[in-house]
T-cell receptor
Framework: GENVEQHPSTLSVQEGDSAVIKCTYS??????FPWYKQELGKRPQLIID?????GEKKDQRIAVTLNKTAKHFSLHITETQPEDSAVYFC??????????FGSGTRLQVQP | GAGVSQSPSNKVTEKGKDVELRCDPI?????LYWYRQSLGQGLEFLIY????????KSGLPSDRFSAERTGGSVSTLTIQRTQQEDSAVYLC????????????FGPGTRLLVL
């Protein structure tokens, strides 16, 4: 199956700073790269995704960049706010089976 | 429209009892997934259904776990002879198709085995 590694596992930033979470995957067949956010006590929700024919995608304060050669994609959050505090998951999609969510990255934004 | 719903929202049971967890996916979604999430942990894939294809049961942790999806819609996850280590939040998700689609999650069922 797909091996997914996220770095860092935990991240603490001051409100207003930027945060970057990196996801490394192993299967070169992966061609769809979503990011899910799970706030404490709530269900995971998709916040942004990117497909393999695109290198970068931006939506307001969040962006995702993809490096298929190096097999990693990253989530960038600018001007962080306390409501960005959550666990973020990056399950790359090979198109053949269910996603591998892994343990995620816990982001804490300090006010 | 309505999102994914799950019932019950909470379930407390005694060790050794059987439990059934229900998931109602979004209408028209052909793919349905079950995940398990222990406290403070990531999502553990259990099983998925895609249309009329045979389900992928590769994530089920033991033969005490089984799932059905009737009529391509509602799904039931059954845990027989529950153990304390089965305590977790069981999340159901659905998507329009299996691959490269947003998964929409239900609120989960919090299971506590005493």
């Amino acid at each position: 199956g797909e091996n997914v590694e996220q770095h860092p596992s935990t991240l603490s930033v001051q409100e207003g700073d930027s945060a970057v979470i990196k996801c490394t995957y192993s299967d070169s067949a992966s061609n769809y790269f979503p990011w899910y956010k799970q706030e404490l006590g709530k269900r995971p929700q998709l916040i942004i995704d990117i497909r393999s024919n695109v290198g970068e995608k931006k939506d307001q304060r969040i962006a995702v960049t993809l490096n298929k050669t190096a097999k990693h994609f990253s989530l960038h959050i600018t001007e962080t706010q306390p409501e960005d505090s959550a666990v973020y998951f990056c399950p790359p999609d090979m198109g053949r089976r269910a996603l591998t969510f892994g343990s995620g990255t816990r982001l804490q934004v300090q006010p | 429209g309505a999102g994914v719903s799950q019932s019950p929202s909470n379930k407390v049971t005694e060790k050794g009892k059987d439990v059934e967890l229900r998931c109602d996916p979004i209408s028209g979604h052909t793919a349905l997934y079950w995940y398990r999430q222990s406290l403070g942990q990531g999502l553990e894939f259990l099983i998925y259904f895609q249309g009329n294809s045979a389900p992928d049961k590769s994530g089920l942790p033991s033969d005490r776990f089984s799932a059905e999806r009737t009529g391509g819609s509602v799904s039931t996850l059954t845990i027989q002879r529950t153990q304390q280590e089965d305590s977790a939040v069981y999340l159901c998700a659905s998507s329009l198709r299996l691959a490269q689609e947003t998964q929409y999650f239900g609120p989960g069922t919090r299971l506590l085995v005493l």
